[in-house]
């Protein structure tokens, strides 16, 4: 994180906004996962600003998942859903991949803890297609896993075991 800040700084000094873009949705990340979720939302917002304003498909799509799971993280339900599915659209129109499943994750992590399981089971195998599609093994086991959490929620208890058996696998 000290070294994408002061990469920050250099960009900002030498005028370098892409750089500064992509800098912010890593400083973004980095503070979701340090749980710093305003400062998340707030690198991830400027992140978001700058690819907007250069006309980058690629970067919003990126910024716009990043920035969905810090609104889930807040609890800001319709913010994370709205900011994913926009994400995932733009991702899915520049063949985001990546950003494309992130995106499905997330919204079918959040629909599973609403209680929306026909849109979360949706959500995750879209995810999970797309991730074998790319051959993505990562991505992948992150599927079987929401999966498997999908399914014993449900009481699909056979299903569910079936994907933590994958997960487990993997």
Not at 22 to 45: S, V, W
Not at 123 to 142: F, H, K, M, T, Y
Request: one cysteine or more; a negative charge; hydrophobic letters at 45%.
């Amino acid at each position: 994180l000290s070294f994408y800040e002061q990469s920050l700084a250099l960009c900002r000094r030498t005028g370098d906004h892409d750089s500064s873009a992509r800098t912010l949705n890593n400083i973004g990340i980095n503070k979701k996962n340090l749980g710093e979720l305003e400062a998340a939302k707030a690198a991830l917002d400027e992140a978001h600003a700058l690819f907007e304003a250069a006309g980058s498909q690629f970067g919003q799509a990126s910024s716009l998942s990043n920035l969905g799971l810090v609104y889930e993280a807040m609890g800001q339900d319709a913010q994370a859903i709205a900011a994913l599915t926009r994400a995932k659209t733009l991702a899915a129109g520049v063949s985001y991949a990546l950003a494309e499943i992130k995106s499905f994750l997330g919204l079918g992590k959040l629909y599973t803890r609403q209680g929306h399981y026909a849109q979360a089971s949706a959500e995750l195998n879209g995810a999970l297609d797309r991730a074998v599609r790319i051959a993505s093994l990562p991505e992948q086991l992150l599927c079987h896993e929401a999966l498997a959490a999908l399914y014993k929620r449900m009481g699909a208890f056979e299903q569910a075991l079936e994907h933590f058996e994958r997960h487990h696998t993997m």
